[in-house]
């Protein structure tokens, strides 16, 4: 069945990078598009950015143009978001979603915290 598995979360202080990782399977990544998805403490989730099937990417949040960078592995069938320069702002929960077959899926989440 379809399963998504993130992880690469943690704390970091302000400035500071990260790279997030999601895991998938039963299916292959290069078929769909998928998305990042983040959820600050009060707020609702929002699109972080996307990658397509033909491998172009697009970052949906204003906030982190030029900062984050959406990829994937066809061969490990992982997507990734490498986060630079972070801000305290983009603390919150980071989700990776695929709709597939009339259905969204969602990981359960990794945490990051941007804090000094």
């Known amino acids: 069945q379809v399963q998504l598995v993130e992880s690469g979360g943690g704390l970091v202080q302000p400035g500071g990078s990260l790279r997030l990782s999601c895991a998938a399977s039963?299916?292959?990544?290069?078929?769909?598009?998928m998305g990042w998805y983040r959820q600050a403490p009060g707020k609702e989730r929002e699109l972080v950015a996307r990658i397509f099937r033909t491998g172009d990417s697009l970052i949906s949040l204003d906030s982190v143009k030029g900062r984050f960078t959406i990829s994937r592995d066809e061969l490990k069938n992982t997507v990734y978001l490498q986060m630079n320069s972070l801000k305290p702002e983009d603390t919150g929960v980071y989700y990776c979603n695929v709709p597939l077959d009339g259905m969204d899926y969602w990981g359960q989440g990794t945490v990051v915290t941007v804090s000094s």
């Open positions: 039963g299916f292959g990544i290069s078929g769909y598009f």
